[in-house]
């Protein structure tokens, strides 16, 4: 499955936006989907992920009631509604797929098969 992120801008601190990540070649219903960033001169952290069946969702502690995400299995998109965005959570955003993680893997980074070039969002102050 070939993975492209999109969606990020500039945006100032209270502001929103939405990421999308769009896929291509395979049934992407099969597939869980993880949002992930990496800030500059910081590892890659989890964001979150929806799973592919029941559309279970998981998010990182810092972003929990803040961020929303959300899947449309028919346009073969996964959403990353962003809300109220801090400076902190300027970084390069990914999207990652993985059709057999188990759930204990899901916020794992390197754990995901697929992933495609990222996008950035960067929230001023």
């Known amino acids: 499955v070939q993975l492209q992120a999109s969606g990020g801008g500039l945006v100032q601190a209270g502001g929103s936006l939405r990421l999308s990540c769009a896929a291509s070649g395979r049934t992407f219903s099969r597939y869980t989907v993880g949002w992930f960033r990496q800030a500059q001169a910081k590892e890659r952290e989890f964001v979150a992920a929806?799973?592919?069946?029941?559309?279970?969702?998981y998010y990182a502690d810092s972003v929990k009631g803040r961020f929303t995400i959300s899947r449309d299995n028919a346009k073969n998109t996964v959403y990353l509604q962003m809300s109220s965005l801090k400076p902190e959570d300027t970084a390069v955003y990914y999207c990652e797929a993985n059709e057999a993680i188990i759930q204990s893997s899901i916020r794992n980074v390197g754990e995901y098969d697929y992933w495609g070039q990222g996008t950035l969002v960067t929230v001023s102050s």
């Open positions: 929806i799973t592919r069946s029941i559309g279970r969702t």
